[in-house]
């Protein structure tokens, strides 16, 4: 989101089409929201103000995970809202037989991502520790693997080192960051990312025309997956 309601990026109004997004989702019946990270494209405390007033609309819990361009001080005025959640590093919780953990890929001042040596051994010690019973979604902003556009540069540049633990009851992972609807199975698991709100990254271009959501239906260990484009 921009820094006023009025403000364009890219020659779109973010403010405008997260609202539209807000709006369409309040329509339905969703036991939660996650917003993948980059609330804000500046970090000021005015865009996570905005975020708030749209948000009044929707019913159900929202999950925020930091971006890479959130202000990791600012965005915690979110810790004011009880139908805020904002994930802090190795924070997990469980619904309907689903096991949810964030991995932080986050370094401060930089636009790709990394994972800690100690979030590494955070998430394996979590894995051993989780019932069998659960499967398990991981949320993290960005992208593990590249998917063929813009921003495969600022991916996880060590995801290799912990890739290895992805497998057993690790079901599905979803992601933010790559501005773009991809999903692809990868040794069992589901890699998946959301179109975003505001504008899409191609091969080579930003593509201003559509933003949108995507929609997930956990049953059992089956994961549906539908994607909501506007223009």
């Known amino acids: 989101m921009s820094t006023s309601k009025i403000d364009t990026l890219h020659g779109i109004n973010p403010f ?5 997004v807000f709006d369409y989702l309040n329509d ?16 000021d405390v005015e865009s996570y103000h905005q975020f708030l007033e749209i948000s009044k609309t929707i019913s159900c819990k929202i999950i925020v995970i930091p971006g ?3 202000n990791k001080e600012n965005i915690k005025i979110f810790n004011n809202y009880e139908n805020i959640l904002l994930i802090e590093d190795g924070m997990n ?3 309907d037989g689903w096991s949810f953990f964030h991995l932080n890929t986050i370094i401060d001042g930089k636009h790709h991502g990394r994972i800690k040596e100690s979030d590494i051994e955070g998430f394996n010690k979590y894995k051993n520790s989780i019932d069998k019973f659960y499967n398990i979604c991981i949320i993290m902003h960005h992208n593990p693997l590249a998917i063929g556009n813009l921003t495969d540069k600022y ?28 999903s692809f199975n990868e040794k069992g698991v589901i890699y998946t990312s959301c179109p975003s709100s505001s504008f899409q990254t191609r091969k080579m271009s930003i593509d201003t025309s559509v933003y949108g959501l995507k929609e997930y239906k956990l049953c059992g260990e089956s994961v549906f997956l539908n994607s909501f484009l506007f223009t």
């Not at 339905?28 to 970090?43: A, E, L, P, Q, R």
């Open 28 to 43: 339905d019946n969703y036991s939660f929201i996650i917003v993948t990270g980059d609330v804000s494209n500046s970090g």
């Open 16 to 20: 405008d089409r997260l609202k539209y």
């Open 155 to 182: 991916k996880i540049e060590n995801f290799q080192d912990i890739s290895h633990l992805f497998c057993g009851n690790v079901k599905l992972v979803i992601y933010g960051h790559v501005h773009n609807d991809h």
């Open 68 to 70: 890479n361009h959130d």
């Open 93 to 95: 919780f469980e619904i």
